[in-house]
């Protein structure tokens, strides 16, 4: 699988290439919204779809997308831009309640070292190459108040 080969607004480029190779497209930033997506189902331009909390707006639009991609019959892979725990945690409880199989890939970047620091007060850290859902309340971190104050920039 490769990832998205086309610029992101040529959707019509991203279905000629799919229907020009047996290698499986995945449609990554052309995807932001429902209607993105909509429009990457109508013109068949990829069979996998890659969703992040940040690009795409949140855990609920992050669900909504993965409903309208399992319907279309697209694979789906979880994503995640550079970031802390705490949104590593809310792709985590995605993937362990989502009710059918997700493709399996690295989505922790946040916790790759990518970053500085983080604001929880025990990091998630990948186990044998997986990241372990957190079994805390609310997504399963604690934010460390004094790591984020120490992190802050007065004006």
């Known amino acids: 699988m490769s990832p998205q080969p086309v610029a992101i607004w040529d959707i019509a480029g991203l279905a000629a290439l799919s229907r ?5 497209i995945m449609a ?7 209607h993105s997506l909509l429009d990457v189902i109508r013109q068949r331009a990829a069979i996998v779809v890659q969703t992040k ?7 609920y639009r992050v669900i909504r997308l993965r409903h309208l991609a399992a319907a279309a019959g697209m694979r789906i892979y979880p994503g995640n831009h550079p970031s802390t725990s705490v949104a590593t945690a809310a792709v985590a409880q995605i993937c362990a309640a989502w009710p059918m199989p997700i493709m399996e890939g690295v989505f922790a970047v946040g916790v790759s070292g990518a970053l500085a620091a983080d604001v929880v007060a025990n990091p ?3 186990e044998n190459g997986e990241v372990p859902v957190p079994t805390g309340a ?7 108040m004094d790591r ?8």
């Open 124 to 126: 998630i850290v990948p």
């Open 20 to 24: 020009a190779t047996a290698i499986p």
């Open 28 to 34: 990554d930033e052309s995807v932001s919204t429902e």
């Open 138 to 144: 609310g997504l399963g971190v604690e934010l460390d």
């Open 148 to 155: 984020i104050a120490s992190l802050r920039i007065d004006r």
């Open 53 to 59: 909390i940040a690009k795409n707006g949140g855990i």
